[in-house]
């Protein structure tokens, strides 16, 4: 068993997922197809670099993992990525089933909220609301960050997600009768999503916006601009993060990132600092050394779980944070984390395999699938909070990079903004209900008393 043989198994279970997409009805597709280039980051990019340049450790690269360099790399990736390779294969079967299941299926109809007046307006407000808050965010200095385990302000962070949530649903919602509108309104809000990811440091939201302009034209039809144009928007994206994070980084910062930077070739320094943000091959790292059990049961899980869903205030005690608990007890198994306190993502295969081994890979890859499926049916959902949670996962990280525990984290967070921008909503509707004029009724015709020529009576 070798570094080799596991990367293309992967690389073959990733192919596979591409091309039963083209059998997936509706926006599902958008997703499978993220997924596969969101994994194959993790799962390909990063031990591909690892194998060819063999960087030694270094204080601040998180690329050169200390654990794989002491087995050597070649055998170390294949150690690691070795129950990967059955996740995604578990993974890629089931989409394949559902490919085959699917094809003959009716085609589905337009999104219902497409149709509903109030929506767009009900948006555009909401949105507005979250640019507050990120506003008043940034003024504070509160902004969270990447890895955070606590929000300096919770009220704020909890208004900024609207931004997002709104963001996402304008890009593929919003209808303009020209075309130049509905670009120029597009750029705008992805504009704004890569601002903010530079301003939290996080993937998160340019990827979330990449995916929103895809799923739009999902429901729209592609073509071959449509195409260009989420690969434009995924390249800058990814590859101008890097220069446009440098504005907030020190002279001595940037000094110490190039002298790290230099031990890449040089055809790999761009995309550095986006490939160290796809860290789910350490993930599966800390899941080898730490091994199966030892960290929770499966009715621990389940009711973590399940306590997500309910907020903090109703529950009267702290909720199990699945990042924080990963870093310190399994991560922590192999690796010094006393002066570090960080959230990390876990992955659903390597969240499966410590807690339950292969079975629980199964299981956590099967919840991942059934998610994929509910939020495509929620986007086209007529409820107003459906679709808020649907747009929601658009622009997080559930679907790729988190698994049970952290999804339903996510859901449980999810909920109650989906009832804050319920009520903004509500408001919305009623107010263009009242501002609507007033159209006046004529009054009922009275009957008329007409007489005839020859003196007969007619009603009219």
Not at 377 to 393: D, E, G, T
Request: aromatic share 10%; charged share 15%; with cysteine.
């Amino acid at each position: 068993m070798t570094a080799g043989s596991e990367i293309i198994a992967i690389a073959c279970a990733l192919v596979t997922l591409v091309i039963a997409s083209a059998w997936v009805p509706s926006v599902a597709r958008v997703f499978i197809i993220a997924q596969a280039a969101f994994w194959s980051l993790s799962y390909l990019a990063r031990p591909l670099v690892l194998l060819a340049v063999q960087p030694e450790p270094h204080y601040g690269d998180n690329v050169p993992d200390p654990r794989l360099a002491v087995l050597g790399y070649d055998r170390g990736i294949a150690l690691v990525l070795h129950h990967v390779v059955f996740g995604l294969w578990v993974y890629a079967i089931l989409i394949v089933g559902y490919a085959i299941w699917s094809r003959h299926r009716r085609v589905p109809h337009p999104p219902a909220m497409t149709g509903n007046p109030d929506f767009v307006p009900a948006l555009a407000t909401i949105y507005v609301i979250g640019l507050l808050g990120r506003g008043a965010s940034y003024a504070s200095g509160s902004t969270g960050h990447a890895g955070d385990v606590d929000s300096a302000d919770p009220i704020l962070a909890f208004v900024s997600i609207l931004a997002t949530v709104a963001a996402l649903g304008l890009i593929i919602f919003i209808r303009p009768a020209q075309p130049r509108t509905t670009a120029l309104l597009i750029g705008a809000l992805s504009a704004g999503e890569l601002m903010w990811t530079v301003v939290v440091e996080s993937k998160t939201p340019i990827l979330g916006a990449a995916l929103a302009v895809a799923v739009r034209f999902a429901i729209l039809g592609w073509t071959k601009a449509k195409v260009v144009g989420v690969l434009a928007i995924a390249v800058l994206g990814i590859g101008g993060f890097g220069w446009l994070q440098s504005f907030k980084t020190t002279e001595a910062g940037k000094a110490e990132a190039a002298m790290t930077s230099s031990a890449y070739p040089p055809s790999v320094r761009p995309f550095l600092s986006i490939l160290r943000r796809f860290d789910l091959l350490e993930a599966a790292t800390d899941a080898y050394y730490h091994g199966t059990g030892y960290w929770l049961t499966p009715a621990e899980e389940f009711r973590h779980a399940a306590l997500s869903l309910i907020p903090t205030q109703l529950l009267g005690a702290p909720k199990f944070q699945s990042g924080t608990a990963w870093a310190d007890d399994v991560r922590g198994a192999s690796v010094d984390m006393t002066r570090v306190s960080v959230s990390l993502a876990e992955g659903n295969i390597n969240e499966g395999y410590v807690i339950g081994g292969y079975p629980g890979i199964v299981v956590s890859v099967g919840f991942t699938f059934l998610l994929l499926l509910a939020w495509a049916k929620a986007l086209y959902s007529r409820y107003f909070p459906m679709v808020v949670l649907a747009l929601a996962l658009t622009g997080a990280s559930s679907l790729f990079e988190r698994g049970i525990l952290g999804s339903m984290e996510a859901i449980g967070k999810f909920l109650q903004a989906a009832v804050l921008a319920t009520l903004i909503y509500l408001a919305v509707e009623e107010y263009r209900r009242r501002a609507k004029p007033r159209v006046l009724s004529p009054p009922p015709q009275q009957p008329v008393l007409v007489i005839g020529k020859r003196g007969s009576e007619q009603w009219g």
